[in-house]
């Protein structure tokens, strides 16, 4: 069993910078894949940012590449989502995720283990 619990959200003006923390405990967390998700009032949890177990190999949607850098810490068993140049289109309430082994790191079905989430809310 793994808790996540994330932190960090708020509300910034567009072109600002927040940086999401999601901290584990239970199961070993450097032996889990981390994704980040999130989902806006009446759409569907979309993918983020996924970092395998070493932190040596990271995915992004292409909506935040070049913007977000996801990032973990095994000591600390904390991951991590920095995210600048936030645009009015980031708000949502982000999830942080974990699973030993998701086929699909894209894929939110993948995941068994979620935070309850923080809200970001982006100014216009």
């Known amino acids: 069993q793994v808790q996540l619990v994330e932190s960090g959200g708020g509300l910034v003006q567009a072109g600002g910078s927040l940086k999401l923390s999601c901290a584990a405990s239970g199961r070993t967390f450097s032996r889990l894949v981390m994704g980040w998700f999130r989902q806006a009032p009446g759409k569907e949890r979309e993918f983020v940012a996924a970092i395998n177990w070493s932190g040596g190999s990271t995915s992004y949607a292409d909506s935040v590449k070049g913007r977000f850098t996801i990032s973990r810490d095994n000591a600390k068993n904390t991951g991590y989502l920095q995210m600048n140049s936030l645009k009015p289109e980031d708000t949502a309430v982000y999830y942080c995720?974990?699973?030993?082994?998701?086929?699909?790191?894209?894929?939110?079905?993948?995941?068994?283990?979620w935070g309850q989430g923080t809200q970001v809310t982006v100014s216009s």
């Open positions: 995720a974990a699973d030993v082994r998701p086929v699909n790191a894209m894929n939110p079905n993948e995941y068994d283990y």
